[in-house]
DNA sequence: ATGCCCTATCGTATAGGA
């Protein structure tokens, strides 16, 4: 079966592109993050056409997460335990659900915007939630996957220039070992290959010219459990997916496996 | 060609993204 991750950035903005990606592509499961809009708005019926079922839980303007799956939802669950808030809020940023023989998350962890802004330590808080969280399905029988934007550089390979990197977060060594703590649950990093060029990065700023010149950053991550990680037979990104008008800044990430 | 930022919002700018 094919498993992919992908953050959309607007599921209205992006709709004709992601319908006609699971056209192309046919993963059995896509986990999407960024919807940008409210779980009643969530157009289940152009999915239902396309063959999958849609599970979302969305707030609106920001996050907002999802998992389409034509081989079936099953024990849906939004957000994580102990899931922290932000400014009183607990954020769409996961949703968890089982789908045929796998069970996959789809995950959205905070930016953190700045080292020295209150975001910061919101996005490190969710990840030890997230450590937590994960340890029973880490530790179970069932072929299990926390994919989704990490918005983590895992280390500088992972990173087109650490030196030209104009941002603060997603390289830092408090992030990397929060990122550390969540694999230590028992979890592995399916790392994907490239179609084009050495680093398979999965986001690439608008700005700049950034994507022809792959200046581009690995944030996209499925972290799995042995029983998943086993049954993997190819992992890749699919930056096809980032060219062209009305793209996302994020190209996917796909995953066959052996189930 | 991969091509010079994008999205949603009570908007005519602003916040957030990474």
Same mark, same amino acid.
Request: net charge negative.
């Given at each position: ?27 059995? /499961? !896509? ?44 024990? !849906? ?81 992972? !990173?087109?220039? !650490? ?68 049954? /993997? ?27």
């Amino acid at each position: 079966m094919r498993v992919a991750t992908w953050n959309i950035n607007s599921l209205k903005a992006r709709l004709d592109r992601v319908l006609a990606w699971l056209e192309t592509a046919r993963p059995d /499961v !896509v986990c999407l993050q960024e919807l940008k809009c409210a779980t009643a708005d969530v157009p289940a019926d152009a999915f239902r056409d396309a063959g999958y079922e849609i599970a979302a839980w969305g707030s609106g303007r920001w996050n907002g997460v999802a998992i389409a799956s034509r081989v079936g939802i099953a024990d !849906v669950r939004q957000g994580i335990a102990s899931q922290p808030d932000f400014a009183g809020a607990i954020e769409a940023r996961a949703l968890t659900a089982t789908c045929g023989p796998v069970r996959v998350q789809s995950l959205y962890v905070p930016n953190g915007r700045d080292t020295a802004d209150p975001h910061f330590p919101y996005k490190l808080a969710f990840l030890q939630a997230l450590a937590a969280d994960a340890a029973a399905d880490a530790a179970g029988p069932v072929p299990f996957a926390a994919m989704g934007d990490y918005n983590i550089c895992p280390t500088d390979d992972d !990173v087109w220039d !650490v030196d030209e990197w104009p941002g603060t977060t997603h390289i830092t060594t408090d992030e990397r070992d929060a990122l550390a703590a969540v694999q230590a649950a028992g979890l592995v990093d399916v790392h994907p290959r490239a179609l084009k060029y050495d680093q398979p990065f999965t986001f690439w700023d608008y700005r700049n010219l950034d994507f022809p010149k792959n200046r581009g950053l690995r944030i996209d991550l499925a972290l799995a459990n042995p029983a998943f990680a086993d049954a /993997v037979t190819d992992a890749y990104v699919d930056r096809n997916e980032r060219k062209g008008k009305g793209a996302s800044d994020h190209a996917p990430l796909v995953i066959d496996l052996d189930l």
